[in-house]
């Protein structure tokens, strides 16, 4: 088993690594909101009126319990890119010659003075994918956020 993970490519590592490390807020977040959903008025009434427990769990409970999920997830997209970024500008990321953009940051910083564009444009890469996804999870709020319903 331990061969198979030695021959994975580095970059497939970080990403693991990253999921892995991260499903535990997922977890809270996703648990927090069944015990949420679960106590409202609409479930009481699925279950006053004799509805089978799975019925409830997959019709009433977790079409109201995914929205904050899907909203965390694209918001932690770029957490993602940036820690991804991160690691292969510091050396502990992407393989030497692949086109990773912190690798890409890392490897213009010798030619920075002259060069300028050679750690701009893959930085800027880096912040508009990042911001990209953030302003989507911040419009996915807004538009599954119950509070905001007329």
Same mark, same amino acid.
């Given at each position: ?68 999920? /899907? #909203?965390? &997830? ?12 991160? %690691?292969?500008?510091? =050396? !502990? ?24 564009? /050679? #750690?701009? &444009? ?12 953030? %302003?989507?999870?911040? =419009? !996915? ?10």
């Amino acid at each position: 088993n331990i061969t198979v993970i030695e021959n994975f490519d580095r970059l497939w590592k970080i990403q693991i690594a990253l999921v892995f490390t991260g499903w535990p807020g997922y977890a809270r977040l996703i648990r927090g909101q069944v015990l949420y959903v679960k106590e409202m008025t609409f479930v009481e009434a699925a279950r006053s009126v004799g509805a089978p427990s799975g019925r409830i769990m997959f019709r009433h409970i977790l079409p109201n319990a995914w929205a904050p999920l /899907l #909203v965390a &997830f694209t918001l932690d997209i770029g957490g993602t890119i940036l820690s991804a970024s991160g %690691l292969s500008f510091i =050396g !502990l990321g992407a393989e030497p010659g692949a086109a990773e953009w912190g690798k890409l940051v890392s490897d213009g910083r010798a030619f920075f003075p002259q060069d300028k564009w /050679l #750690v701009f &444009f893959p930085g800027m890469a880096i912040l508009v994918t990042t911001l990209g996804f953030n %302003l989507l999870g911040d =419009g !996915l709020r807004d538009v599954v956020d119950p509070k905001n319903r007329r």
